[in-house]
């Protein structure tokens, strides 16, 4: 298996979008408590595996905001579980009941094409799948200080990434 490659991330752009904007405005206030990224590794855990840690972390102080491609990968991992028969159909449609209370308690961020475009750029730590690298790239430009940014997750690949961006990582 080869090592990991670490390479320089792009420098910031010129100008950050309004969007961006925006989120800095709203994120990066002082005393703000921050946002939580909970990345679907960690989901997964809260919610398949009873991993309490992971609930812990996904329920900590801050705003939820998560990428409309983990609702995606959580709510495939359940049906995923349910054809292997891991997962009775009563414990399925718990869990999906689970995803849904998830997903109104987050903000959730398109896969647009500025995430889409950050996602063909290096990371810190390379070689990086694509669904790891859409989750960095939301959380990236969403702007804020790393400082205020908490990501959540259970995938070594992004973790080592996020900690490498300056994140915190739970």
Not at 18 to 33: K, L, M
Not at 36 to 64: C, K, W
Not at 111 to 130: D, I, K, M, N
Request: one cysteine or more; proline letters at 5%; glycine letters at 6%.
């Amino acid at each position: 298996m080869a090592s990991a490659k670490r390479v320089r991330p792009p420098g910031p752009s010129a100008q950050p979008t309004s969007r961006v904007r925006e989120r800095q405005a709203e994120y990066g206030t002082i005393g703000h408590p921050g946002i939580r990224y909970v990345e679907t590794s960690a989901l997964l855990a809260a919610f398949l595996e009873a991993d309490a840690a992971a609930r812990q972390a996904i329920r900590g102080a801050g705003r939820l905001i998560t990428s409309a491609l983990t609702h995606a990968e959580a709510a495939r991992a359940i049906q995923r579980a349910r054809t292997a028969r891991r997962l009775s159909a009563s414990q399925a449609t718990l869990l999906v009941r689970g995803l849904q209370v998830f997903a109104e308690r987050c903000e959730t961020v398109a896969v647009g094409r500025e995430v889409l475009a950050r996602v063909g750029q290096a990371f810190p730590v390379e070689p990086l799948r694509t669904l790891d690298a859409i989750h960095l790239a939301t959380v990236e430009l969403i702007g804020v200080a790393p400082a205020s940014v908490v990501v959540v997750t259970r995938d070594s690949r992004v973790r080592e990434n996020a900690t490498a961006m300056g994140w915190r990582v739970e």
